[in-house]
Nanobody, 120 residues
């Protein structure tokens, strides 16, 4: 079993910054990918950023140049640094991950989400 927990959301003003964390625990051997999605009320869940196993990153056009990804391998934690936040960034942010486990199997799942609210 793997647990995946997001944290770091909150209420901020436009132009402020937040750092979201996605922390995984369990019998993890290595990362396949970690991605951040967001979902506003009555909207689809959209991909925001993705980190691949070899460190490659990708970002949605709406956040490119403002959001960055980093990771602490020892802590099995990925960080989404969000700068120059805008009201349209308001959403619940979800962490999605796929890991290779120590027994050779793979695990895929989602965290419960963290709310980000940006006021104008």
């Amino acid at each position: 079993q793997v647990t995946l927990v997001e944290s770091g959301g909150g209420l901020v003003q436009a132009g402020d910054s937040l750092r979201l964390s996605c922390a995984a625990s369990g019998s993890i051997f290595s990362l396949r990918h970690v991605a951040w999605y967001r979902q506003a009320p009555e909207k689809q869940r959209d991909l925001v950023a993705v980190l691949a196993s070899l460190g490659g990153t990708g970002f949605a056009d709406s956040v490119k140049g403002r959001f960055t990804l980093s990771r602490d391998v020892a802590k099995n934690t990925v960080y989404l640094q969000m700068n120059d936040l805008k009201p349209e960034d308001t959403a619940v942010y979800f962490c999605n991950a796929e890991f290779l486990l120590r027994d050779g199997s793979t695990w895929y799942g989602w965290g419960q989400g963290t709310q980000v609210t940006v006021s104008s």
